[in-house]
Every structure is written in structure tokens, then in C-alpha cells.
């Protein structure tokens, strides 16, 4: 494996044909190599009021927002003023589950990596001006799905929670806390949480392309609507490729300005592996771990109200990669196949992906039927000829959002990736190369599908 002479014309060419390919109305991809940043710009901001995309255009970066919360709350961790193995309880007492016991053997690291047994999400979750607050208090609701400690599951909840501690901790709001503890010292100038910010700025809208394939404008402008800011420490970060990479620097670094380079490092490294994940082979701190063909890459990535973000770092090579796309559900299909070829033609690296078996009629039979979490239904289906997997969010949670939420992903095939083995991939649509897995009782009975690092419970 050899890094690859790759020249800016042939990386405009890739996004242009790729955003078309997939219907994306505006993208921004920025690569840093060498030593060098290259960015491509595709598109429009709006197709109601377009402006061209640029390296400063704001996109709604959704999950990838948890990496500046933990940034946050591991330079707390080193100034002493947070402990890893703490409960949470300690900097938050008024944290409480359905289950007291449970919430009260949460620890910061068991919100930090996926592993405190909390679902995914609360539903409708904004309480006014004091939000994070607001958003402890309802915690009660939370389903809890297993023991601290015993598995990773994908949570915004916990990184929500995160962020009250943060406030706890340092006395500010939480996105003060950012600003000034990671944002300013990174030289962060264009990445923001509040919609005032965003609006002085050129920004993309998000659109979404409804079940009868037409396309429209995504509102809210984040997943939430405006002024909420319970979900602002898993999902509520503004920013543009020129701040990502400077942002994707600043991890390839030495932690200057924010945190110690040890820790910095440290948050790199696994701490509980990940089984049948497109997500990675385990979980850091916040961080997603890969190893492609021997190298190891850490990423995060975020899907909002029609808008996408995928970034992809390489520390052994130096190298990272940013994407941003504002249609879906094909802009993350965008950003994932940005990264894919980025890592190929300048890196070298190829992820094989792997295939499915034929499709088996009595194991279908096993596994087809209705799964939910909190927030959305997915459907298990076969037809004698294949299987497919539908998507939903919950018929009771979109008519009382008062917003509109993103569409439905409609029935798309997968399979089984072996004769034998509760392990899958998806195939087509949306979902394309996800993996995840089923998962059984102690009876052998198949009680759960995992899909993007969330169990989902059969009904």
C-alpha cells in the first residue's frame, strides 16, 4: 500500500459525478494530504435559493457534534475536574432512570462510549431556554436496553446527559463551555450551535426526496426544531469543510491549546470492540475504529433533516477526509462513497465488502416481522425470492412532532452474510452497506435486530 498522486481535477470530477448519481442538489468535500487541504465544491446551497457551494458554506453536521462534546469533557477529564470511572450522579444528582439502580452505576466513560444501556433517544425533548436541564428531567422515560457496561449501543441520550454535566462542572451553558474550552483555542471561527449564528453566514439547506420521489426543502433546519437544545450535545453543531479540516488537523495533532497530547491520543484507541458494524470494529472515546487492511482509521459521521456528514481520519498517514451532502436519504450513500474512493486513489486502501449468501426461505421465515425502538419501526419482510428491510419512523411521533421529519426509508433488499450466523448486510437504498445483526434470547429465539449500532426489539 502506497500513498496515491491524485490531482484536483480528478477529485472535482469524482464529486460532481457522484452528487449527480445520486441526486445531491449541493456537497462539500475537503481532503487533507500531504500537508496540503484540497476541497471540492458541488451544487447549490438551496434549490429554492441557490447560491454555489463553498468551502465556507455551513452545513447541520448532526452526530459528528459528539466529537467536539467529548473533546469538551476529556480536557475536564484532565484538568481534574471530571473522573472517567466517576458516576455520573456525582456531577449530576438529579440524573435518574425508571431503573435507580442503573442510572446509579452509569460512569462518564459508559456515556462517553455507547455503553450505558440507554436507548437511543428521547422524543420531543425541547424545554425551553433551560433545555439540558429539561432533558435530564425526562430521563425516566428513557427505555433502558442493557446493563452499564455489557454492550455498545448508539446513544444521543447519553451524550445529551454529557452535556449537563459539562454545565454542572464548569458553570456555563454548554455551548458556551464549548466555545471557549475547545472551539476558540482550535481556531473553530464557523462552527456554531445557534441558528442566529448560522443565518449571518452562507449555509445549505437540507432537502428530502418524499415517497412520491419528489424532492423538498427540509424543515426544521437541524432534526430539531429552533431554540430547542436538549439534543445540541449529540446532534447540534453548524459548521463547513474548511473548519472540519481544520478540525480533522487538530486531531491528527498534538492537542495544542485544548488538551494533552496523551489524551488526545487516548481517545483513539478501543474500548469495547463492535460486533457486525458498518460503525467500525470498536468504539474509543466517541471515536469509531477501522483498521483497513492493517490501518487504522477513526471517524464519525451525522445524519440530520437532509443534510449528511462523513469524516474519515487516517493518524498513521496523516491524512483525513470530509464530507457534506444536503438531500436525502442519498447523502450519506454520498458521503460514504466520497470516503471510499478518497481512502483508494490517495491512501491505497480498500475496504472489501463483503457479499451476502443466497437467500434461504426457513431462515427468512425466522427472522421476518416487526422491530421498534423508540422512534421508529422496521419491517422485516420476505417473498420467496428475497428479503428486504423498511424503515419508519413511528406513525404517533410524526404527527405529533409539529415539524416535518425526515421520509420513511422504503422496503430494500439485504441478506445474511453467511450460511450460518445471525450477521447481515443491506444491499440497496439508503441503508446501503449497513451491517449489523440479530440477536437471540436464551431460548435461541431471534428477539432483536441490530442496524447502525442500535438494537431494535422485535414486537
Same mark, same amino acid.
Given at each position: 500500500?502506497?500513498?496515491?498522486?491524485?490531482s484536483?481535477?480528478e477529485?472535482?470530477?469524482f464529486?460532481a459525478?457522484?452528487?449527480?448519481?445520486?441526486g445531491?442538489?449541493g456537497a462539500?468535500?475537503g481532503i487533507w494530504?500531504?500537508?496540503?487541504?484540497i476541497?471540492?465544491?458541488?451544487?447549490?446551497?438551496?434549490?429554492a435559493n441557490?447560491?454555489?457551494?463553498?468551502?465556507?458554506?455551513?452545513f447541520?453536521?448532526?452526530s459528528?457534534?459528539?466529537?467536539?462534546?467529548?473533546t469538551?469533557?476529556?480536557r475536564?477529564?484532565a484538568?481534574?475536574k471530571i473522573e472517567?470511572?466517576?458516576?455520573?450522579q456525582?456531577y449530576?444528582?438529579?440524573?435518574?432512570l425508571?431503573?435507580?439502580?442503573h442510572?446509579?452505576?452509569?460512569?462518564?466513560m459508559?456515556l462517553?462510549?455507547?455503553?450505558a444501556?440507554l436507548d437511543?433517544?428521547?422524543?420531543d425533548?425541547?424545554?425551553?431556554?433551560?433545555?439540558?436541564?429539561?432533558?435530564?428531567?425526562?430521563?425516566t422515560?428513557?427505555?433502558l436496553?442493557a446493563e452499564?457496561g455489557?454492550?455498545?449501543s448508539?446513544?444521543q441520550?447519553?451524550?445529551?446527559?454529557?452535556?449537563?454535566?459539562a454545565e454542572?462542572?464548569?458553570g456555563?451553558?454548554?455551548?458556551?463551555?464549548?466555545a471557549?474550552?475547545?472551539?476558540?483555542?482550535?481556531?473553530l /471561527?464557523?462552527?456554531?450551535?445557534? !441558528?442566529d449564528e448560522v443565518m449571518?453566514?452562507r449555509f =445549505?439547506?437540507?432537502h428530502? +426526496?418524499?415517497a %412520491?420521489?419528489?424532492t423538498?426543502?427540509?424543515i426544521?433546519?437541524?432534526?430539531?426544531p429552533a431554540?430547542?437544545?436538549?439534543?445540541?450535545p449529540?446532534g447540534g453543531?453548524s459548521?463547513?469543510?474548511?473548519d472540519?479540516?481544520?478540525?480533522?488537523?487538530f486531531?491528527l495533532g498534538d492537542g495544542?491549546g485544548?488538551?494533552?497530547?496523551?489524551v488526545?491520543?487516548?481517545m483513539?484507541?478501543?474500548t469495547?470492540?463492535l460486533r457486525?458494524?458498518?460503525l467500525?470494529?470498536?468504539?474509543?472515546i466517541?471515536w469509531?475504529?477501522?483498521?483497513?487492511?492493517?490501518?487504522?482509521?477513526?471517524?464519525?459521521?451525522?445524519s440530520?433533516n437532509?443534510?449528511f456528514c462523513?469524516?474519515?481520519?487516517v493518524?498513521?498517514?496523516?491524512?483525513?477526509?470530509v464530507s457534506l451532502?444536503?438531500?436525502?436519504?442519498?447523502?450519506y450513500a454520498?458521503?460514504? /462513497?466520497?470516503?471510499t474512493?478518497? !481512502?483508494?486513489h490517495?491512501?491505497?486502501l480498500?475496504? =472489501?465488502?463483503?457479499?451476502? +449468501?443466497?437467500? %434461504?426461505d426457513?431462515?427468512?421465515?425466522e427472522?421476518?416481522?416487526?422491530?421498534?425502538?423508540?422512534a421508529?419501526?422496521?419491517d422485516i419482510?420476505?417473498?420467496?425470492v428475497?428479503l428486504?428491510?423498511a424503515v419508519?419512523i413511528?406513525?404517533?411521533i410524526?404527527?405529533?412532532a409539529g415539524?416535518?421529519?425526515?421520509p420513511d426509508?422504503?422496503p430494500?433488499?439485504?441478506?445474511?452474510l453467511?450460511a450460518?450466523g445471525d450477521?447481515?448486510?443491506v444491499?440497496?437504498g439508503?441503508l446501503?452497506?449497513?451491517?449489523?445483526?440479530?440477536?437471540?434470547?436464551?431460548?435461541g429465539?431471534?428477539v432483536s435486530?441490530?442496524?447502525?449500532?442500535?438494537?431494535?426489539r422485535r414486537?
Amino acid at each position: 500500500m502506497s500513498q496515491q498522486i491524485v490531482s484536483d481535477q480528478e477529485l472535482s470530477e469524482f464529486v460532481a459525478a457522484a452528487a449527480m448519481r445520486f441526486g445531491v442538489p449541493g456537497a462539500a468535500v475537503g481532503i487533507w494530504h500531504r500537508g496540503r487541504e484540497i476541497f471540492a465544491g458541488h451544487g447549490v446551497t438551496s434549490t429554492a435559493n441557490p447560491l454555489p457551494v463553498t468551502p465556507d458554506t455551513v452545513f447541520s453536521i448532526a452526530s459528528t457534534s459528539k466529537t467536539f462534546t467529548s473533546t469538551l469533557v476529556m480536557r475536564l477529564v484532565a484538568e481534574g475536574k471530571i473522573e472517567l470511572d466517576a458516576p455520573v450522579q456525582r456531577y449530576v444528582p438529579e440524573f435518574q432512570l425508571s431503573d435507580p439502580d442503573h442510572a446509579a452505576r452509569i460512569t462518564v466513560m459508559n456515556l462517553l462510549n455507547h455503553t450505558a444501556g440507554l436507548d437511543w433517544n428521547l422524543i420531543d425533548t425541547d424545554e425551553g431556554g433551560d433545555s439540558l436541564a429539561g432533558f435530564v428531567a425526562k430521563m425516566t422515560e428513557l427505555t433502558l436496553i442493557a446493563e452499564p457496561g455489557a454492550r455498545a449501543s448508539y446513544s444521543q441520550a447519553g451524550y445529551n446527559l454529557l452535556g449537563r454535566v459539562a454545565e454542572k462542572v464548569t458553570g456555563l451553558s454548554f455551548e458556551e463551555a464549548v466555545a471557549t474550552l475547545v472551539l476558540e483555542p482550535a481556531g473553530l /471561527a464557523d462552527t456554531v450551535y445557534g !441558528l442566529d449564528e448560522v443565518m449571518i453566514r452562507r449555509f =445549505a439547506v437540507g432537502h428530502n +426526496v418524499g415517497a %412520491d420521489g419528489q424532492t423538498r426543502l427540509a424543515i426544521p433546519w437541524k432534526a430539531y426544531p429552533a431554540g430547542a437544545r436538549g439534543n445540541n450535545p449529540g446532534g447540534g453543531i453548524s459548521s463547513t469543510i474548511a473548519d472540519l479540516l481544520a478540525w480533522s488537523r487538530f486531531q491528527l495533532g498534538d492537542g495544542g491549546g485544548v488538551l494533552p497530547a496523551e489524551v488526545l491520543h487516548r481517545m483513539q484507541e478501543p474500548t469495547i470492540e463492535l460486533r457486525a458494524s458498518s460503525l467500525g470494529d470498536a468504539i474509543g472515546i466517541c471515536w469509531f475504529i477501522k483498521d483497513i487492511t492493517g490501518v487504522r482509521t477513526i471517524s464519525h459521521g451525522g445524519s440530520g433533516n437532509g443534510q449528511f456528514c462523513e469524516l474519515v481520519i487516517v493518524p498513521e498517514h496523516d491524512f483525513a477526509v470530509v464530507s457534506l451532502a444536503n438531500q436525502g436519504p442519498d447523502g450519506y450513500a454520498f458521503d460514504q /462513497a466520497v470516503a471510499t474512493w478518497a !481512502l483508494e486513489h490517495y491512501l491505497g486502501l480498500v475496504e =472489501a465488502e463483503p457479499e451476502p +449468501v443466497a437467500y %434461504d426461505d426457513a431462515r427468512a421465515r425466522e427472522v421476518v416481522g416487526r422491530y421498534d425502538n423508540d422512534a421508529m419501526h422496521l419491517d422485516i419482510a420476505a417473498d420467496g425470492v428475497r428479503l428486504t428491510l423498511a424503515v419508519e419512523i413511528k406513525p404517533e411521533i410524526r404527527a405529533a412532532a409539529g415539524v416535518e421529519v425526515p421520509p420513511d426509508l422504503p422496503p430494500a433488499e439485504w441478506g445474511f452474510l453467511a450460511a450460518s450466523g445471525d450477521e447481515y448486510i443491506v444491499t440497496e437504498g439508503g441503508l446501503k452497506g449497513q451491517r449489523g445483526y440479530f440477536g437471540r434470547d436464551e431460548n435461541g429465539s431471534i428477539v432483536s435486530i441490530d442496524l447502525a449500532g442500535r438494537p431494535f426489539r422485535r414486537v
